[in-house]
């Protein structure tokens, strides 16, 4: 079944940069829309940035201008590329996606990736 998985979480410093990656596998299938969501320690999950079929974004106030949020369809591959990182950054990241087939569409997690921002 097709699946998402993360990659590129890390420890960086304040200031830093990081490039988080979003593979999407195990089917013949298109992506709708897809997004990065975080979920701080004794937070519930947020939204941080999406991106339609069309390329549109979104994103949460907190990150905008430091944030981008990026597509490539041919390779089934979502990027979250992260710069001038503050320590309320850290968190789990999780991407997320619409997956359709011919017979239908779902939406699909991944297992999420550690952001932690500190000195």
């Known amino acids: 079944q097709a699946q998402l998985v993360e990659s590129g979480g890390d420890l960086v410093q304040p200031g830093g940069s990081l490039r988080l990656s979003c593979a999407a596998s195990?089917?013949?299938?298109?992506?709708?829309?897809m997004g990065w969501y975080r979920q701080a320690p004794g937070k519930q999950r947020e939204m941080v940035a999406t991106i339609n079929s069309d390329g549109v974004t979104n994103y949460v106030d907190s990150v905008k201008g430091r944030f981008t949020i990026s597509r490539d369809n041919a390779q089934k591959m979502g990027y979250l590329q992260m710069n001038s990182l503050k320590p309320e950054d850290t968190a789990v990241y999780y991407c997320n996606a619409r997956l359709r087939n011919m017979w239908g569409a779902r939406t699909v997690w991944g297992q999420g990736t550690q952001v932690t921002i500190s000195s």
């Open positions: 195990g089917g013949a299938f298109s992506i709708d829309a």
